[in-house]
Every structure is written in structure tokens, then in C-alpha cells.
């Protein structure tokens, strides 16, 4: 068995509200798509390294707060982070044993789920779309991992949680 995270709730919820706020934050018109999910990221992560205190009710409220904050659909996005906090998890248990290329490989594949996910509710409500440019973020993201992964890693280790 793992041993317990240390990690505050208040660090983690303020770490969350960070990727809220990289995840709103506008950008040029043709990098857009290029995106990484910010919020989805640091929802794996405090997941995966204190999965005590982060769930999937931490995924609905984010969920909740970035649909208000972007103005779509209310609970798209909160159904959307719930679904990749219990994937999150269903894996954790085999993610902590991965080494960080590893790890990146199996954030592609959770992203890419709830990309296509996303995309398959909203095509529900009709913003229908035959490009698979949709699941360009899961992919920088997935690239982004070994580095956010170790620097998160680095300021933990700083103030002393282990």
C-alpha cells in the first residue's frame, strides 16, 4: 500500500484554482487549439499524488467553475473532470510505479478519453465537428508532463511535504 500524500487541501485547491485561471486565460488565435488542459493536468496530479483528498467531487466543483467561467453548457465540464478523476482513480495504483515517460503516455490516453467524451457531448447539443484537432491538447499536455510532474514534485519536496 502507498503511503499517505502530506499535501495540505489548501495547497492543492489553490494549485487547482491556478489551472482554472492557465485554462481561461486567453491566447493568439491560431495557438487555441494548442492548448494544454491546464485543469485536467493538475486534476491527475493531485489525484495521483494525494488521491485521499482529491476525487472526483473536486472534478465536478472545477467542473462547475470552469463552464461558468467560459459560458457553455452548465455540467459539461463538471461531468467531464468527474469522469477523468474516477479514471484517475480506477489507474492509480499503476500510475504511481510508471516512470514519467510512462506516465505520459497514460496521460495521453485519459485525456484523449475525456476529449472524446467532451466531443461526443457536444455533439449532442449540435457544435458538431469532423476534425480530430479536438485531441491536440491531450497531446501537448501529454508532452508537458515530465516537466509539471517534476517541477510539482520539486516545490512539494521544498516546503517539506513528502
Given at each position: 500500500m502507498a503511503r499517505?500524500?502530506?499535501?495540505?487541501?489548501?495547497?492543492?485547491w489553490l494549485a487547482l484554482l491556478?489551472?482554472?485561471?492557465?485554462?481561461?486565460?486567453?491566447?493568439?488565435?491560431?495557438?487555441?487549439?494548442?492548448?494544454?488542459d491546464w485543469l485536467g493536468l493538475m486534476l491527475i496530479y493531485?489525484?495521483?499524488?494525494?488521491?485521499?483528498?482529491?476525487?472526483?467531487?473536486?472534478?465536478?466543483?472545477?467542473?462547475i467553475l470552469l463552464d461558468l467561467t467560459q459560458?457553455?453548457?452548465?455540467?459539461?465540464?463538471?461531468?467531464?473532470l468527474s469522469l477523468l478523476a474516477f479514471l484517475c482513480a480506477l489507474v492509480y495504483p499503476r500510475f504511481r510505479t510508471y516512470s514519467l515517460v510512462q506516465q505520459a503516455v497514460?496521460?495521453?490516453?485519459?485525456?484523449?478519453?475525456?476529449?472524446?467524451v467532451e466531443q461526443w457531448v457536444r455533439t449532442l447539443w449540435g457544435d458538431f465537428s469532423i476534425h480530430l484537432a479536438f485531441l491536440l491538447p491531450a497531446l501537448s499536455s501529454a508532452l508537458l508532463w515530465?516537466?509539471?510532474?517534476?517541477?510539482?514534485?520539486?516545490?512539494?519536496?521544498?516546503?517539506g511535504a513528502k
Amino acid at each position: 500500500m502507498a503511503r499517505a500524500s502530506h499535501v495540505s487541501l489548501p495547497v492543492i485547491w489553490l494549485a487547482l484554482l491556478l489551472a482554472l485561471c492557465l485554462q481561461v486565460m486567453p491566447l493568439a488565435e491560431g495557438w487555441q487549439v494548442y492548448r494544454p488542459d491546464w485543469l485536467g493536468l493538475m486534476l491527475i496530479y493531485g489525484c495521483m499524488r494525494a488521491p485521499e483528498r482529491v476525487g472526483v467531487l473536486h472534478g465536478f466543483v472545477l467542473g462547475i467553475l470552469l463552464d461558468l467561467t467560459q459560458g457553455g453548457a452548465l455540467g459539461q465540464s463538471a461531468l467531464v473532470l468527474s469522469l477523468l478523476a474516477f479514471l484517475c482513480a480506477l489507474v492509480y495504483p499503476r500510475f504511481r510505479t510508471y516512470s514519467l515517460v510512462q506516465q505520459a503516455v497514460l496521460v495521453l490516453v485519459l485525456l484523449g478519453i475525456v476529449q472524446l467524451v467532451e466531443q461526443w457531448v457536444r455533439t449532442l447539443w449540435g457544435d458538431f465537428s469532423i476534425h480530430l484537432a479536438f485531441l491536440l491538447p491531450a497531446l501537448s499536455s501529454a508532452l508537458l508532463w515530465p516537466w509539471l510532474a517534476t517541477l510539482l514534485r520539486a516545490i512539494e519536496s521544498r516546503s517539506g511535504a513528502k
